[in-house]
């Protein structure tokens, strides 16, 4: 069994060196190394074996002080692996190595990392974000203001997702259907032009940059060996607020994860590779195509380890979308 750190009253073999202090982790006795690397969702962390032991009876007090290394699954390169949220777990791991809870400004995940300290079985961690949400609503926001899981309470009003329609006025006509009443093939909400995101004001203008890397390989057969678009990545450029608007969920935020709302960024990307799922969303959101443009290379397979006869076509394009 793993040795842990003994200042924390966890179990041991008697291999802890007396002189070991709080926060020390495990001796040198351990079946686990001093510093451990894990695989959360695709994103890599480096940390001591001692911060992920730091939560007494938490799961990865259990996972690494309970077990042993040949017990927990790993990746292709031998580090530790789970199939959580990569880029949530960066607060989860903050939190373990200090038991401090600091999040950036303008953080619309906080009803998801609460999920995730549910996960971990971190129950301070998840009272103090249970305890967050309700300060920031005050009781008086309605519930519907939450139905994306990637949005949060503290958020404000006109920087949320999917609102509910606001109902009728007495003696009033009765007000347009709710754009969370129906959903697309997409994923989104369908939306009428007149409607918005924003809770029934003018919708906010603006611009979405989409834009793909995709190569094919034409051989001898010409059209009948083309194999056609390989797109890696779809990128998202534009205001952070519109592309959380538009891709919700869809939306991976992990190389700029504390762009405040109001801020540009040229570092989103999508979870899918679809491009006609994301003309959709857009389509769907009021947005219509302004302009493309595209490039292109070509260079003989042999020169990257193909056949002698192919070539291998790479462009690069982008699509303009605009919402007035």
Known sequence: MALADSARGLPNGGGVSPAAGPGSGAAGSSAFPEIVELNVGGQVYV?????????????????????????????????????????????????????????????????????????????????????????????TRPAALNRDGSLCVDEPPSLLGYLEAEPPEAGGAASAPSPTSSRSPSGGPLLTPSQSLDGGAARRSGYITIGYRGSYTIGREAQADAKFRRVARITVCGKTALAKEVFGETLNESRDPDRPPE??????????????????????????????????????????????????????????????
């Open 47 to 139: 940390t001591r074996r001692g911060t992920v032991v730091s939560v007494r009876d938490s799961l990865l007090w259990r996972m690494f002080s309970q077990q042993q290394p040949g017990e927990l699954p790993r990746d292709s390169k031998g580090r530790f692996f789970l199939d959580r949220d990569g880029f949530l777990f960066r607060y989860i791991l903050d939190y373990l190595r200090d038991l401090q809870l600091v999040l950036p400004e303008h953080f619309p995940e906080r009803s998801r990392l609460q999920r995730e300290a549910e996960y971990f079985q971190l129950p301070e961690l998840a009272r103090r974000l249970a305890q967050g949400r309700g300060a920031a609503g005050g009781g």
């Open 263 to 324: 801020r540009y960024t040229a570092r989103y990307y999508l979870k899918f590779n679809f491009l006609e799922q994301a003309f959709d969303r857009l389509s769907e959101a009021g947005f219509r195509m302004a302009a493309c443009s595209s490039t292109g290379t070509c260079a003989f397979a042999p020169e990257q380890g193909g056949p002698a006869d192919d070539k291998i076509w790479t462009s690069y394009t982008e699509y303009v979308f605009c919402r007035d």
